[in-house]
């Protein structure tokens, strides 16, 4: 359990000095040793569990009055269920290592919201003690249990991932802890899907691209960079990095191409997501993936210039094992010209990162984190109808 909050935050610094025995998991505070009394009238010690609210890797104060517990329902000194803060019993997994019995409301006195977790851990174990104290005269939650040092370079992310803690959908993204993901092409939807991507909890996200960052790269990527950045011309790869390293630690670039002298290194990852626009590249690169027998998605982006306004389509189009006859028919392999209505290179920054979150959306699918109906392997939006069409469907 992440100890670095716990440091830096003074409520829960308060906590500990009190001799509270504290730990935070995935994004939830766990207060251990809990004193209650149960239905026999007997003394049993439980978990009390708080969401938390980071600033960082320091603490806001709780949203709500609303707390978890991990034991038997507690009672009064009469063996009577506490019903004045019962708010549902379900066992329920919360995240990874948190699986609660008893939802909780116990709004503080005066009305209105607790200041700070400390308020909040105190109140309810006052709540949760006092009819233990009844038998057990000596029972607390202060038990100044020793502090070990934890292994906080476990966690992929520099902080603490508290939007699936707060939507309790902790279980689901753990779907998502795939060894290794790559990004071939870092232009403007391959940006995107960075962005996106990073914020999942994959061990290692690889990028490839060899190119520069240019003026024109600004206007249809995510961020903003300096202009003395631009006239720095770093790689996109490199950029984006150490931008997206500020949040996730797995970031790797590769300063090239994929071509016959690495593409070998596809092959170690689970999933790849194709963002590139040379046609015949990537034609060597799907053929190598479908040796390799890896799922793909691979993205386009058509836009033309009418009279008055622009139309076109984007795509995404996706490769499984059990799902590859369509790839040929679905993905332009050839650089421009003919019958590539994919082959125009206007980009529009909107468009780009809609393409990007299609794609991701489509992998999520594939790793179960979101239901997939109908598991199309092809889809394209069409602007001017705002029109959403999903074909080749598992044979």
Known sequence: MSQKPISRSDDLMRLRAAGYNIGIRAGFLLVKEVPYLNSKKEVKRGTLVDKLKLAGDVTEPPEDHVAYFIGEYPCHQDGKPIEQIGNSSQNRELADGVTIDHTFSAKPQPAGNYADHHAKVETYCSILGGPARTVEPLATARTYPPVTPEDEDKSIFSYIDTASSRAEIGLMTQKLALERVAIVGLGGTGSYVLDLV?????????????????????????????????????????????????????????????????????????????????????KYVIGKLHEFGLSFVDVGMGIYLGEESLGGQLRVTTSTPGKRDHIERRIPLSDGGGKNEYSTNIQIADLNALNAALAVIKWKKLFHFYADYQNEHHSTYGIELQLLTKEDGPV
Do not use: W
């Not at 960052?213 to 995510?222: D, E, I, K, M, V």
């Not at 011309?233 to 997206?244: E, G, T």
């Open 198 to 282: 990073a914020k999942t909890p994959v061990r290692e996200i690889h990028l490839f691209d060899n190119d520069e960052l240019l003026t024109h790269n600004a206007f249809r990527a995510p961020g903003a960079p300096s202009l003395e950045e631009l006239r720095a011309k770093p790689l996109k790869v490199n950029h984006l990095a150490a931008i997206y390293s500020k949040m996730h630690r797995g970031i790797i670039s590769h300063a090239s191409h994929v071509d016959e002298e690495n593409i070998g290194l596809l092959r170690q990852m689970n999933f790849v997501f194709l963002c590139l626009d040379d046609g015949a590249a990537k």
